[in-house]
Structures are given as structure tokens and as C-alpha cells.
């Protein structure tokens, strides 16, 4: 497996925006897919974002309008750039990536970064 390297995260007020990053460390892949997840206390870890090499998006309802996904192909690098954040927001976000069409269990995954909204 890869190791991923997500870097963004941090303590922000509500309102406020944080940009996440993901990169492979090491050698050059070439994933299909790439995502966002995020866990927090006491929850499940649940899918954000996620965005294919062709460019196709999806979002979690509740931060449709309000996060966008982005990816550099050429570095296989994946954002999250996270506007009007709301404490709501506050998890553990995982970056996580794959060479087919799913992301599951068995995929690459970063180790997340902490992302702390305060009201």
C-alpha cells in the first residue's frame, strides 16, 4: 500500500475555511479514485467528498454548497477546500484513495488530520 500524507487541517472559528491536502509519499500511482472521509467522536467514519480522474464529484448533503473537492492528476493530489464551516464540521478527516472504482478497507489511507471548528 501507499501512504498518503494529508497536511490543512487545524482550529478555526465558525464561519471560517480550511484547505486540506493529499499526496502519495513515495513513489508515483495513479489512482481512479480519491476522497474525503471524516470521523468524529463517537461517530462512524463517513464519505465527504470524492472525485475520479475524469473529474466526476461527489458530496455528503450537508456540505454540498459549501466544500469543494479538487485533484492535481499530475501529482495525484487531492484538496478539500472547506468554506462556512460550522462546528458540526469538527472530525477527523481522512484522505483515502484507490485504483479502482470504491474506496473501501483495503484502499490506500492517510493517517487524517484534526479539523476543530469552534462556535
Known amino acids: 500500500q501507499v501512504h498518503l500524507v494529508e497536511s490543512g487541517g487545524g482550529l478555526v472559528q465558525a464561519g471560517g475555511s480550511l484547505r486540506l491536502s493529499c499526496a502519495p509519499s513515495?513513489?508515483?500511482?495513479?489512482?481512479?479514485?480519491m476522497g474525503w472521509y471524516r470521523q468524529a467522536a463517537w461517530n462512524e467514519r463517513e464519505l465527504v467528498a470524492r472525485i475520479t480522474s475524469d473529474g466526476s464529484t461527489n458530496y455528503k448533503d450537508s456540505v454540498k454548497g459549501r466544500f469543494t473537492i479538487s485533484r492535481d492528476n499530475a501529482k495525484n493530489a487531492v484538496y478539500l477546500q472547506m468554506n462556512s464551516l460550522k462546528p458540526e464540521d469538527t472530525a477527523v478527516y481522512y484522505c483515502?484513495?484507490?485504483?479502482?472504482?470504491?474506496?473501501?478497507?483495503?484502499?490506500?489511507w492517510g493517517q487524517g488530520t484534526q479539523v476543530t471548528v469552534a462556535s
Open positions: 513515495g513513489r508515483i500511482v495513479e489512482y481512479y479514485v
Open positions: 483515502a484513495a484507490d485504483y479502482g472504482t470504491l474506496i473501501g478497507p483495503n484502499s490506500d
